[in-house]
Structure formats: structure tokens, C-alpha cells
């Protein structure tokens, strides 16, 4: 199998490589390595987005015919690749990543005229109502009721984890409207204006202590939220068809190029930073070996995406390496920052959750490779569970691919 790119992916690498360094400001570039866990505003990530709507990029996995960039699966690596290396944001993935192929596919032609420009160009934000108190790998069995009321639907009920709600203009739901035997069959998937009333966020705490504000998940509460039938995407009951649907796009990443801009990264702090002991980190022996192990198994994960690209662009089925790319990739995430704790050293500890302003001028605590180490730490332990817990797929992969 032929792994390398063609002339033509080269030529628009090239392209990606170019725009790239022109459009991701230095400004923006300051602000994410000096503010708390690399966080940018809502103003920032949608000034960002705006600008890549404007080149057509923004929704690389939409077909042409809705606005989209209709990448290859080889050409939107190559943009994720060349994005992770000058550190600029992916595009907030609720919205275009996820609701918007389902809308596509299951939407009214007034839902798709309605949502889709508006998501294109991040007039609006979408956030995701799944998760529920006992209701998370065994979604099945959320509770949140949707009753009819002839026009519309009263929805009550509680979501939890609930990331960027607090910035949210939408929600995509799923929700009960009727009990069944089989409990997937009386799940609705519906759209709901977050502007409604009935409708509170309250943040959820967590060990990276975010900035007010600057909250990543949070409980969302549904007291008697009124939402038109319009709303509803599909058939009632069958929203479990469009919940699956859409999973196959939360889970599509390609993990190795975020990987490698972390572990160059990682490598250039390696050389700067000392070890207490009369060295610096890459010259100590311990953590080098550490350090290659984990290279060595990025590498491999690459090497595994690119040829389920090319066995994609060869018209053919992708088997079952691409069950264990969201396992293995979130596993070597976690070993990243693990390795970027210990190099930080003290330096990891302090807490410095502002967000600098244009114009200022102070100074981060420590060097600028440990900002927001510790907190991002902290963060990516929940890779392993989210889409779908690491232990539970392993259950499947061990089910479908080794016939246990």
C-alpha cells in the first residue's frame, strides 16, 4: 500500500502550509500560550472560524452542494496536520462536526435552509444534550421526557456534562416520547432553543479549575421547555438512528497529528528545561527513553491513519483498525501530558486562570511551555470515557474483531 501523498496532496499541502501563516495571527498565537489551558474566548474561536468560513475550509467534511470544502479524507488530514502545526483551533465540533451531517441527512428541507448556513458561518452554537444523571454508556436509558402537546413538545429533564453549553445557542437532544419494550425505539432526536425558558446551565467543577466563564461541561436543566414539532429531526422515535449516525462523526478523528505537534513540542521544552539534576530533561537518559517509547508508538498511530487513508482512497472498506484509533489515540494523549507534567516540574502548580487582553504585558509564572500543563493534565482524563469509554470498546473490539 502506497502511503506517501500524491503530487496533488503535496501541491495543497503546500497551499494549507501557506494560508496558515498568514491567517492565524501571532496575536492569537500569544494569547493561547499565555492564557490558562490555551483558552481563547467565544469571540476569538468564532472571529477564527469566521475567517476559515471565508476560505471555504470551515466545513471540511461537508459535501459542496451545503458550502462545505468537500476535502478528501486525505486532504482534511493533511489541513489537520498543517493546523497542529502552527497550534491554530479546530472548529468547535457540535455544530459542524456533528449535528450538521445529521441534519443533512434526517433534516427538513426549512431545518437544513434554517441551521445550516447559520452553523457555517458560527452564527449560532450547537451543544450536546445526551449524557444524563445514570444515563452515559448506557444512554439508552436517559430519562428526559419529551410529552406531546399536539404543536409542540414539553421537555423535562436533566443533561449532564454538557460541554460549552454556557456559550450555546442550540442544543441537539435526544429525549423520550414514549416507553417501549425496547427501550431505543421511544428515543426522539429534537432541537432546542437554549433561549428558552425553563432552560438553566450551572457549571460543574472540575480539577483544572477553569476561569469563570471559561467552564468546559455543565448540567443543563429542561423545566417544561416548550419545542415546536418543528423541531424534531426525523421520525419520533427513531432518534436512536440519527444518535449512531452522528457518533460515526464524533469519533472519526485522526488522532496523530495533534499528537506530533504536541510531542515537537514536548521536545523543544526537553532541551530547555533542567532536571534538577545538572541536566536538561532530553539529556536525561530515564526520561529520553520514556519520551521515544511514546514517539515510537505516535509514529505507529500514524502510520495506522494513513493507511485507512489509503485504503479509503483506493474505494475500499476500512477494517477494524479504525475501532482502535479513538482507543489508542486518547490512551497516548493522556501519556503526552503526562510527560509534559514532569517536565514543567513546580512550575506546574501555580493556577493562573486569566486570559491576557491585547496590550498586556505581564508575565506568565515560569516558562511558557508550562502554562496550563498541570490543568490540561487534569483535562484529559476524560478521553478515555467520552464517545464511548475506552473499557466498554475494548468489550466490543474483543466481540467483533476477535470473535469472543
Request: glycine share 8%; aromatic share 10%.
Amino acid at each position: 500500500m502506497d502511503l506517501t501523498f500524491s503530487e496533488q496532496d503535496r501541491a495543497f499541502q503546500q497551499e494549507v502550509r501557506t494560508w496558515l501563516d498568514d491567517a492565524w495571527p501571532q496575536e492569537m498565537r500569544d494569547k493561547q500560550a499565555r492564557s490558562a489551558l490555551g483558552k481563547l474566548s467565544k469571540e476569538d474561536l468564532v472571529a477564527w472560524q469566521k475567517r476559515l468560513a471565508e476560505k471555504g475550509w470551515a466545513a471540511t467534511n461537508w459535501p459542496a452542494e451545503y458550502g462545505g470544502a468537500a476535502f478528501t479524507p486525505t486532504q482534511s488530514y493533511i489541513f489537520d496536520a498543517e493546523r497542529a502545526r502552527v497550534g491554530a483551533p479546530g472548529v468547535v465540533p457540535f455544530g459542524i462536526t456533528m449535528v450538521a451531517p445529521v441534519i443533512m441527512k434526517f433534516g427538513t428541507e426549512h431545518q437544513k435552509e434554517k441551521f445550516l448556513p447559520a452553523i457555517l458561518n458560527s452564527d449560532i452554537w450547537f451543544c450536546q444534550g445526551y449524557s444524563e444523571p445514570g444515563s452515559g454508556s448506557d444512554l439508552a436509558s436517559l430519562k428526559t421526557k419529551a410529552e406531546d402537546m399536539g404543536d409542540h413538545y414539553l421537555v423535562s429533564g436533566v443533561k449532564t456534562w454538557t460541554t460549552m453549553a454556557q456559550y450555546a445557542d442550540w442544543m441537539f437532544c435526544l429525549v423520550r416520547t414514549s416507553n417501549e419494550d425496547i427501550r431505543q425505539m421511544g428515543i426522539s432526536f429534537i432541537l432546542i432553543d437554549m433561549n428558552s425558558p425553563g432552560i438553566s446551565v450551572k457549571p460543574i467543577v472540575t480539577l483544572d479549575q477553569p476561569a469563570d466563564g471559561y467552564q468546559e461541561i455543565n448540567m443543563v436543566y429542561l423545566e417544561n421547555v416548550k419545542v415546536p414539532k418543528d423541531n424534531l429531526v426525523g421520525e419520533q422515535g427513531k432518534g436512536w438512528t440519527c444518535a449512531k449516525y452522528l457518533l460515526e462523526f464524533e469519533r472519526g478523528n485522526a488522532y496523530a497529528p495533534g499528537l506530533k505537534g504536541a510531542m515537537e513540542h514536548l521536545k523543544h521544552a526537553a532541551a530547555a528545561e533542567h532536571d534538577g539534576m545538572g541536566q536538561t530533561y532530553s539529556e536525561n537518559p530515564d526520561f529520553q527513553r520514556r519520551f521515544n517509547e511514546v514517539e515510537v508508538q505516535v509514529l505507529a498511530m500514524e502510520y495506522t491513519e494513513l493507511r485507512i487513508l489509503g485504503a479509503l482512497a483506493a474505494g475500499q472498506n476500512v477494517g477494524p483498525e479504525s475501532s482502535m484509533l479513538k482507543t489508542r489515540g486518547t490512551e497516548l494523549a493522556q501519556a503526552v501530558t503526562e510527560l509534559a507534567l514532569e517536565i514543567s516540574g513546580n512550575y506546574a502548580m501555580p493556577l493562573d486562570q486569566s486570559t491576557p487582553a491585547p496590550g498586556d504585558n505581564f508575565l506568565p509564572v515560569g516558562p511558557e511551555a508550562s502554562n496550563g500543563v498541570a490543568q490540561d493534565y487534569f483535562n484529559t482524563r476524560k478521553v478515555s470515557i467520552y464517545a464511548g469509554s475506552n473499557e466498554i470498546k475494548r468489550n466490543i473490539m474483543s466481540k467483533l474483531v476477535l470473535g469472543l
